[in-house]
C-alpha cells in the first residue's frame, strides 16, 4: 500500500548576503554552476555541524544484495526542472528548489511511504526531509578538470554537506536520450550470440501510448541482446519498462550503438 505524506516544516527565511567584490573569473564560475548543479547527481560523504565537526548517521550500511556489495548506501540528491529528488534510499523524496545566486531556498519535502523493512533506512528519510527545507547556500568546487566536483550545502543553523558529483546519464551520453517503453517477456529465449555461447536474450516488444496513456501500438516480440541498466529480470515475470535510451558517442564493432537506462516500471505481472 501507498500512502502520500508530506513534512509541512516552514520554508526558513534566507539570511541577507554580504556584499563583497567578486572578480571576473569567480563571476564567470558562478554563471556556470547551475548548468554544474543538473548534470550531477550529489552523493552525500560528509555531514558536519555550525562548528565543523563530522556527524555520525547520516549514511547507511550495504543492502543485501550481490549488486551492492560492500558499497555504502549513500543519500543521493538530483537536481532538474526546478526539483530537487532524494534517492538511494527506500522511497524516492522530492522538493522544489529555487536559485538566487549562490542563496538556496528548498521547499517542504514529499514522497511516497512504501513499505519497506529496513527502518534505518525509514528513519534517515525523515532526517533527509526535515534537513533539505533548512538549506540556505549552495557552491560547486572542482579540483582540476578531471576531477570530480563537490556540491556544499550550507544550512541555517551553519551546518554543512558535502556531496561528490556523479554524471548524470545524460551527461555520460551527451543528450537528452529518447524515452521508449519496452514489453519484457516473463522467460528469456535462447539466440545466437557472436560472443557467448548458449546465450539466453530477453524477449522485448516496443509500445507506443497516446497522451492520454493508451496503448496505440505493440510491436512484435524481438531478441534483446544487451542489458538495460538499473533492470533485474525475474523469470516468470512480465514487466512494461519506461526507459531512457541514449546513443553511445563511441560502440564496439560487436555491440549495441545505444545504452538502455531503467526509468520505471510500468506493469509488473507475475505469469504461470
Known amino acids: 500500500m501507498r500512502i502520500s505524506w508530506i513534512w509541512a516544516l516552514p520554508l526558513l527565511a534566507i539570511q541577507g ?18 548548468a554544474t548543479l543538473t548534470a550531477y547527481h550529489w552523493q552525500l560523504r560528509e555531514v558536519r555541524n555550525a562548528q565543523g565537526q563530522l556527524q555520525p548517521g547520516w549514511t547507511l550500511p550495504p543492502a543485501p544484495s550481490a549488486d551492492t556489495a560492500g558499497q555504502t548506501r549513500a543519500v543521493q ?78 544550512f541555517q543553523d551553519g551546518g554543512q554537506w558535502l556531496l561528490d558529483g556523479v554524471p548524470t546519464d545524460a551527461t555520460r551520453y551527451g543528450s537528452a536520450g529518447e524515452r521508449i517503453f519496452l514489453e519484457v517477456a516473463p522467460q528469456r529465449a535462447a539466440c545466437s550470440h ?20 493508451l496503448k496505440t501500438r505493440v ?5 534483446f541482446y544487451g542489458d538495460i541498466q538499473g ?30 537506462v531503467l526509468d ?6 507475475i505469469v504461470r
Open 194 to 213: 557472436p560472443l557467448i555461447p548458449n546465450y539466453q536474450c530477453l524477449q522485448v516488444r516496443s509500445i507506443e501510448y497516446n497522451d492520454q496513456g
Open 264 to 269: 520505471m516500471t510500468v506493469e509488473s505481472e
Open 231 to 260: 533492470y533485474t529480470h525475474q523469470p516468470g515475470v512480465r514487466n512494461v519498462l519506461r526507459i531512457q535510451r541514449y546513443k553511445k558517442p563511441v560502440t564496439p564493432a560487436d555491440a549495441s550503438s545505444y545504452a538502455y
Open 17 to 34: 548576503l554580504t556584499a563583497c567584490a567578486t572578480s571576473d573569473t569567480g563571476a564567470a564560475a558562478t554563471a556556470a554552476a547551475p
Open 77 to 154: 540528491l538530483s537536481f532538474a526542472q526546478g526539483r530537487v529528488s532524494v534517492g538511494r534510499l527506500c522511497n524516492v523524496l522530492g522538493a522544489s528548489y529555487q536559485l538566487n545566486g549562490q542563496a538556496l531556498s528548498i521547499g517542504p519535502v514529499m514522497g511516497t511511504m512504501m513499505a519497506c523493512p529496513d527502518s534505518a533506512a525509514m528513519a534517515l528519510e525523515q532526517q533527509v526531509g526535515q534537513r533539505l527545507p533548512q538549506a540556505s547556500r549552495w557552491a560547486i568546487a572542482q579540483a582540476g578538470r578531471a576531477a570530480a566536483p563537490v556540491l556544499t550545502l550550507s
Open 219 to 223: 510491436g512484435p516480440w524481438e531478441n
